[in-house]
């Protein structure tokens, strides 16, 4: 029943989405049987009725349009819909009008270049040769005297616009994003250089999407321009001035930059401005207080206005914070009233409730910062104290330090101080796939660099790949110009690195290093406690001696297969080997010489045996492997195998070369035995079939039986 309900669903659902072809298709052919090849006088009720059929059909068509999600591959098929409901209508027109050569029908290029342009690919192009083909038809079954001179001109002419609208229209919608992008990159540096203005801690990251450190520059700023404004236009009006201006020194280029002002003037510059520019540049470079009277008109000293001055008289006082001038506040006025010594005490004081109003939103942004950087942390040293494997760790640092610093390429390396080489463990972001795994001997790569010094680099975070390597030389991170790489240290020895790139500059100043040195640290500590829990895991698991896994672990794989190959209906079989007479060797040539001989087995059994086999030592000389869906046929072709290889090695000892020899048992899941016990006695009892029939032999169960 519920397969009948849903196959009417279903059927229902079908019926729904191709609805509105089924009616195109039905529209078009009317349109093929000349029904509106008549004279618009000749019009009836049946046009009309057809006219309306079709209009409430595309309305219908377009409201689902409307309702359906932008994205949805359904979305795309409702376009063709309505593209081909479009054509007809347009065609049902030229065709009462008087046919394809009649005056209306350039309707038609202009209809196809609107469907051109709006239709989602690959519609558009479609809807252009539906277009052609129904003209096509159209030319063939409905015109007086098909003219196929005529038909090719107007294929060539829909081709033309489509193709221009859509190239136009794709070309304006690509420079309208270009635009909307460069307005908000703009708005972005405005926001850091602003930010660096101010000192607020640093810079914002200025990553793709606004993250809580943007928003929180982005409010202080906001905070900062309010307590600035409130000020100068206090100022303004109580001491009845023109202008009243703060201009603060960018650090980086020196020069003085306009941060607020409060004024009448409409001829304000808008900077920046060199510092040595007249009495302004005196007040900013040299910490001098500048009262100036009867300046003429056009007075060039004041920056700050772009045709020269308007204004009578001029004071300006220096803004200094910590025995560094930072700025100037200037202001002036058109009346020829002169600045006294109390108004230059009302800009001074002024000054110190501006530096006031930014020292109190740095503090802010370094409390908010210092709140989000713990909160990270503490986050990132729960996963990192939860991670047991060193995928685990990765992945949680590299989580973690998306967090902290957003960046476009990370990768973590470690190192082998044995072998001095580093090998990429995990890369992610751009270009990682040909990053990951890789791995490069100590050499004059930044990485290699990193981990020699315990420091990091490069010292100011910005990064050049003309002049240098993070990890080789054909290794490149193109497109970054910033790089952090920071050793990952435990107990003075640095273990790897954390590298980081992006491809906006500044990404990570000296606010964000300590931080990511924190993370680091705690990496490096994690790194190492996943390091010593899987060598651990390797001591209970593993063989010291041939790095097989040992009796415990073996046995613990066996039920485990077992039951996995009992459930799929799989065999399963089990080899069990034994060298012959290796008391022996043990008493002729030494226990040495029989841990190689052991030694040299266990590496024989892992070359020779296949991925999905698992070997271990079951204790002294004996050796078992354990073979997924191999029958007894395919487990004695291997034994086979093993036994040669054996047989043909030759060990050099102090009493000359030795050579030993090897018998198997063969035993199969579920010929043999039902459970792993028992499969493991058949097993045995093969082997001893073997040693009894004269050893250097494989035998089966069958044999032993």
């Not at 009836?44 to 209009?55: M, R, T």
């Not at 404004?229 to 009006?237: A, N």
């Not at 690195?497 to 000296?510: C, D, E, S």
């Not at 204790?619 to 290889?645: H, K, N, S, Y």
Request: proline share 3%; aromatic share 6%; charged share 25%.
């Amino acid at each position: 029943m519920s397969s009948l309900v849903h196959a009417a669903l279903t059927i229902r659902k079908t019926a729904r989405a191709s609805f509105g072809f089924v009616a195109a298709a039905a529209f078009t052919g009317l349109m093929l049987l000349g029904v509106f090849r008549v004279d618009p006088q000749e019009l009836g009720v049946e046009h009309g009725a057809v006219g309306l059929a079709w209009l409430v059909i595309f309305a219908v068509r377009v409201a689902r349009r409307v309702r359906d999600r932008e994205d949805s591959s359904e979305g795309r098929w409702l376009d063709l819909e309505l593209g081909v409901l479009l054509l007809i209508g347009a065609h049902a027109g030229v065709q009462i009008a008087g046919g394809l050569s009649s005056f209306v029908y350039p309707i038609v290029y202009v209809l196809v270049a609107f469907l051109a342009s709006f239709a989602r690919r690959p519609m558009g192009t479609t809807l252009v040769l539906v277009a052609i083909a129904l003209e096509a038809a159209l030319t063939a079954l409905t015109e007086a005297r098909a003219d196929w001179r005529q038909l090719s001109l107007h294929a060539v002419f829909i081709l033309l616009f489509g193709a221009l609208n859509v190239v136009f229209t794709r070309a304006e919608i690509a420079r309208v994003r270009e635009r909307s992008k460069k307005a908000l990159d703009e708005e972005k540096e405005k926001v850091r250089d602003e930010s660096r203005l101010f000192r607020l801690v640093g810079a914002a990251s200025g990553s793709a999407n606004a993250n809580p450190e943007e928003k929180v520059y982005r409010s202080s700023l906001e905070q900062v321009h309010d307590a600035l404004y409130h000020v100068l236009e206090l100022l303004r009006s109580t001491l009845d001035l023109h202008t009243c201006v703060l201009l603060m020194k960018d650090d980086e280029s020196g020069r003085l930059r306009i941060v607020e002002l409060a004024t009448d003037s409409e001829d304000v510059a808008e900077g920046p401005f060199d510092p040595g520019e007249g009495a302004v540049g005196a007040i900013a470079s040299r910490g001098l207080v500048m009262r100036l009277e009867n300046l003429k008109p056009g007075y060039k000293g004041l920056c700050y206005y772009a045709g020269g001055a308007t204004v009578k008289s001029f004071l300006g006082v220096p803004v200094e914070e910590g025995g560094q001038i930072r700025g100037a506040l200037c202001a002036d006025r058109v009346g020829g009233e002169p600045f006294t010594l109390k108004d230059e005490g009302v800009l001074a004081r002024a000054v110190a409730q501006v530096m006031r109003a930014i020292e109190n939103e740095r503090v802010f942004v370094q409390l908010e910062r210092s709140k989000r950087e713990q909160a990270y942390l503490h986050r990132a040293s729960t996963a990192l104290g939860a991670a047991l494997t060193e995928g685990e760790v990765i992945d949680a640092a590299l989580t973690a330090a998306a967090d902290l610093a957003p960046y476009d390429f990370a990768a973590i390396s470690l190192y082998d101080p044995e072998t001095r080489k580093h090998t990429v463990r995990k890369a992610v972001g751009e270009n990682a796939d040909k990053l990951e795994k890789l791995t490069f001997r100590d050499n004059t790569s930044l990485t290699a660099m990193a981990v020699k010094n315990r420091h990091y680099l490069p010292y100011r975070g910005e990064f050049d790949p003309k002049q240098q390597v993070v990890y080789t030389k054909r290794a490149k991170l193109a497109g970054m110009r910033s790089l952090l790489i920071l050793p990952l240290i435990v107990r003075e020895d640095a273990i790897g690195t954390l590298a980081l790139a992006a491809r906006r500059p500044n990404a990570w100043g000296q606010a964000a290093r300590p931080t990511l040195s924190v993370l680091a640290n705690q990496l490096a500590v994690a790194m190492s406690n996943a390091q010593a829990v899987r060598r651990l895991e390797e001591m209970a698991t593993t063989d010291g001696l041939t790095g097989c896994l040992n009796k415990r672990a073996f046995m613990e794989e066996l039920a485990r297969k077992l039951t996995s190959a009992a459930r799929f209906g799989r065999p399963l079989s089990l080899l069990v080997t034994d060298i012959d007479h290796f008391k022996m060797v043990n008493d002729t040539y030494g226990h040495d010489v029989g841990d190689v001989v052991i030694k040299e087995l266990g590496a024989i059994l892992l070359r020779e045996k296949r991925d999905t086999d698992i070997v271990a030592r079951f204790g002294g000389e004996e050796f078992c492997v354990l073979c997924e869906e191999t029958d007894t046929q395919g487990a004695v072709i291997l034994a086979e195998r093993i036994r040669e290889v054996v047989a043909d090695t030759v060990y050099s000892t102090e009493l000359g070369k030795l050579s030993v020899k090897c018998s198997i048992g063969v035993a199969t899941f579920p010929d043999d035995a039902k459970s792993p016990e028992e499969l493991f006695k058949v097993t045995d009892q093969a082997l001893y079939a073997a040693k009894r029939g004269g050893r250097n032999q494989v035998c089966t169960s069958s044999v032993a039986a």
